[in-house]
């Protein structure tokens, strides 16, 4: 498994678009992906900017996960993020110059509209234009980056950020888990960093699980993500929240998937043998939403979650991802909560 990385810069540098095209006309093979890997500087560096004005202690924080679905719509999903009064967002799916998203670098660009401060590491170099549906929109188009990563977005300043690999074996690379094209070098991580809002620092972390994986996949994501965080952060109080990919919660009922998840999904197991608890940081209602112009997968799933250790949760809330406007922004909903420092 790659080191945890925690180099800072002010922009993350993508590869040269020649390199990027070498990587995706080249042999598939595992060794060029261990290359790629080393040598791709944003592969190897997180991203951290302040927020632009200081905000005094807080009783409480509101504290959001989204899978934003490369945050194609900005503007309409930081007025989403306004309208629920979130403070702090741990973000997934977070595109950086890509052609489907507008070639921009989507974190920076809605902390600016938020007054938030941020920081964002690469999850994978795109080598496509994406999906089979965004490559048929713009397969003649490039990406001027091909970045694609998660992020915390949050009113406060965040200290010691940390990205934590969770995968490296290049299977986006060396094979196509979705059958559809993709080629991508890199692999599922977590991202953290602490916010100092209270009589002790607490830590925050944005995790997205591999989507082509299974309930057993899952555990072993959670318990590489737990260990790294034992060793950096301790056992600090701490908020995990994102896109975990528990499928097989799948058509449960919510009483179920708030009150024994670890039956189908072992992973919730570990995040409880770590302190965690989830009851009263989610409301179990289903998360996904049918994407325009594809086919709605039934039953609707729990993918999105929150877990918290050494804090108090309440009000657990599944926002629709659906602007003032009734436009669809993500097939994620946002879920947020509240929680006392």
């Not at 202690?57 to 007025?79: L, Q, T």
């Not at 979705?178 to 830590?203: F, H, L, N, W």
């Not at 737990?226 to 600090?236: E, K, M, N, Q």
Request: charged share 25%; net charge negative.
């Amino acid at each position: 498994m790659r080191d945890i990385l925690s180099e800072c810069v002010f922009e993350i540098l993508p590869p040269a678009p020649d390199e990027r095209l070498k990587a995706a006309h080249g042999e598939a093979t595992g060794e060029r992906h261990s290359r790629y890997l080393a040598d791709w500087r944003c592969l190897q560096t997180i991203e951290l900017a302040p927020p632009p004005a200081a905000f005094s202690n807080p009783s409480e924080m509101k504290i959001a996960a989204w899978n934003m679905e490369r945050c194609k719509r900005v503007e309409d999903s930081a007025d989403l993020l306004r309208r629920a009064g979130v403070d702090i967002v741990l973000a997934t799916e977070m595109d950086y110059g890509m052609a489907r998203s507008g070639q921009r670098h989507t974190t920076r660009d809605l902390a600016r509209l938020l007054g938030f401060g941020y920081v964002y590491g690469v999850e994978f170099v795109e080598l496509g234009t994406g999906d089979t549906y965004e490559t048929r929109l713009f397969s003649d188009v490039a990406n001027l980056a091909g970045l694609h990563g998660n992020a915390i977005l949050s009113r406060f300043p965040l200290h010691r950020p940390r990205v934590i690999p969770l995968d490296d074996q290049g299977q986006w690379f060396t094979g196509s888990p979705k059958s559809d094209g993709q080629r991508r070098v890199g692999g599922r991580m977590a991202i953290a960093a602490d916010v100092e809002v209270g009589p002790a620092p607490i830590t925050l972390v944005a995790v997205h699980f591999e989507s082509e994986s299974d309930a057993q996949e899952r555990l072993q994501q959670a318990e590489t993500m737990l260990s790294a965080l034992r060793r950096v952060y301790g056992p600090a109080p701490m908020i995990i929240g994102g896109d975990l990919n528990t499928a097989d919660l799948a058509g449960r009922s919510v009483f179920s998937c708030l009150n024994k998840p670890q039956i189908w999904e072992p992973c919730f197991g570990a995040f409880e043998a770590d302190g965690f608890g989830w009851k009263t940081a989610n409301n179990g209602e289903p998360t996904t939403r049918s994407a325009p112009g594809k086919p709605v997968e039934y039953p609707l799933k729990r993918l999105d979650w929150l877990f918290v250790r050494g804090l108090d949760s309440l009000e657990p809330m599944t926002v629709p991802a659906i602007s003032s406007h009734g436009d669809y922004l993500s097939d994620h909903e946002l879920v947020t909560a509240r929680f006392m420092p």
